[in-house]
Structure formats: C-alpha cells, structure tokens
C-alpha cells in the first residue's frame, strides 16, 4: 500500500507533498496575529497571497534570486520546490516600526540609514525570539549559512524596494524564511506578501498590510486589494 504523504498546516496555509521533490502551498483566508493569540477570517485574503507571492517571487526570480516558486496552481494555490526549511526568520528592515520602535528610542517612520537585518528562531511558543550568530550556531546552522541567507535577504530588499518604490509604496520591513533544496543550495522558501511585510502607501503613510488587521485599521481585503492593483495594474 502506498503511504499518504503527510499534509502540514499551519495558522495561514497548508502545505501538501507532491511527488518529485515538489509540494502545494495553499493559502487560507485566515488570519493571526501576536502569536497566534488574535484570530480572524478574511474571504479572499488566501487568493491575494498566494497572488502576490507569485509576482513577487516571479520579480527576483527574473533578477537572479533563487526562490522555491515554480508556478501557481489554481486560486489560493502556488507549486514551489521541496526545501528543507531552517527555523528562522529573518527580518529587513528600512524604517523603524513594529517591534523595533519597542526595542530602542526611535520614532516610528524614521528612514535607517542602512538596512538592518535581524533573525529570530521560529517558534510560537517560546513567542519567536531574536537571535543571534551565536544562538543559530547552537543550533547547528553554521555561520556560512547565516551570512548567505543575510546577503540573499539584502538583494531581495534592494530589488524590492525599488520594485514597489516605483508603485507609489514604501517597503518598510519584511520576514523571510529560507531552505535547502535536494542541492544542498540555500534558496527562498515561505510566501512574501502583506501578512509577512509592511507595506505604506508613499504619499499617505496608509497601511497596505497585515498591520490594518493587527492594529484595527480598517479593511483588511480594500487594503490588499489596493496593493494587489498597485503591483499588477488589474482591479
Ligand atoms: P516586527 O518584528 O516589527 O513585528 O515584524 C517585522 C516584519 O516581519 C513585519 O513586516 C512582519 O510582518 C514580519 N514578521 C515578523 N514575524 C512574523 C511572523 O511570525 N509572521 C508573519 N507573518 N510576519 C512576521
């Protein structure tokens, strides 16, 4: 008899095995904030990023970046390539919001002077903390692999940036989450889309992103909508 693969969900998508080294990433209409502690359902909002994602991974992927997308399967649905994923996330930042402006006396919306990039070991509940080299070292992921993962993180915030600078958007900060593939290759995996960045609307300083739900900013879907139309012209 032929083993079931193992289907995985998570709070936002479920991610279903294929043969071949390749697996479905659905997205749901679900939504969570804080850990998991705050809770909603969004129809739609599973369509957007799985929409979203595919455009943007479609950007790097044309500006040299290897990511895991292969293609989109339908709705809320995107084929992309097996990886063996690290617990981490790995944070950009260009202007100081969200936890940061916690952390240190900064005042939000203020422009960083560079980049910061910050890693956290993935874990809901130990409240994902901040890590460093040190920390991923203990975890058996050397420093040769931290530092590839922070210099792909910086090319995509470079093509990024002034992908959606272009579209009238500021591109505030964002999380990443990174694999190895059946190569042995280091390789962008995860989604990228207004639930993992935030996003700014240049000229009001609106929120484009999960923050609308975080923060009760309104309509989550007219914002991801509004984004979406930014970035493909399509209503
Ligand atoms: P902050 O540390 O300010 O809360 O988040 C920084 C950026 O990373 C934001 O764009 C946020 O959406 C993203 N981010 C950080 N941690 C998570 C997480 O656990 N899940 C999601 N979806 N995004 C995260």
Not at 151 to 175: H, S, W
Request: hydrophobic fraction near 40%; glycine fraction near 10%.
């Amino acid at each position: 008899m032929v083993k079931p693969m193992q289907v995985y969900e998570g709070k936002a998508k479920k991610i279903i095995p294929l043969d071949g080294g390749k697996v479905i990433m659905e997205f749901k209409d679900n939504a969570t904030a804080f850990d998991g502690k705050k809770k909603a359902q969004f129809k739609g909002k599973g369509w957007f990023n799985a929409q979203i994602s595919a455009t943007l991974f479609g950007v790097l992927e044309e500006r040299g970046v290897k990511t895991h997308f292969i293609g989109v399967a339908g709705d809320n649905r995107l084929i992309v390539e097996k990886l063996d994923m690290y617990p981490l996330e790995v944070v950009v930042r260009n202007v100081v919001a969200g936890s940061l402006k916690k952390r240190l006396p900064l005042e939000e919306g203020t422009k960083l002077p560079e980049p910061i990039i910050e890693l956290y070991y993935k874990d809901d509940s130990k409240g994902d903390p901040m890590i460093n080299h040190y920390h991923a070292k203990i975890l058996g992921i050397s420093e040769g692999e931290i530092r590839e993962m922070e210099r792909i993180a910086l090319k995509v915030n470079e093509i990024l940036r002034e992908y959606f600078a272009e579209r009238g958007i500021i591109l505030v900060d964002f999380k990443l989450e990174f694999g190895k593939n059946g190569r042995g290759e280091i390789v962008l995996g995860d989604e990228i889309s207004p639930d993992t960045c935030r996003f700014w609307d240049a000229r009001t300083r609106k929120s484009l992103d999960k923050d609308v739900f975080r923060f009760d900013r309104g309509d989550l879907i007219s914002a991801y909508e509004e984004l979406y139309k930014r970035l493909t012209g399509e209503a």
